[in-house]
């Protein structure tokens, strides 16, 4: 596994990153958006958020 932090994407920005050092990407997986995460969330669970 591999893990990145990038703060501005573009279209398939990762991707192409990883395939310039020639590593594929098979699975890719948003763990946090700005101020949102996946922290403590298992497959298959939600939880609703706070906006504002």
Avoid: C, K, Y
Avoid at 7 to 18: A, H, K, L, P, S
Avoid at 35 to 46: M, N
């Amino acid at each position: 596994w591999l893990r990145l932090t990038i703060r501005e994407g573009r279209n398939r920005q990762v991707r192409r990153m990883t395939a310039a050092v020639g590593l594929p990407t098979l699975r890719l997986v948003r763990w946090q958006v700005g101020e949102w995460s996946l922290d403590g969330i298992a497959p298959g669970q939600w939880r609703e958020l706070a906006i504002g």
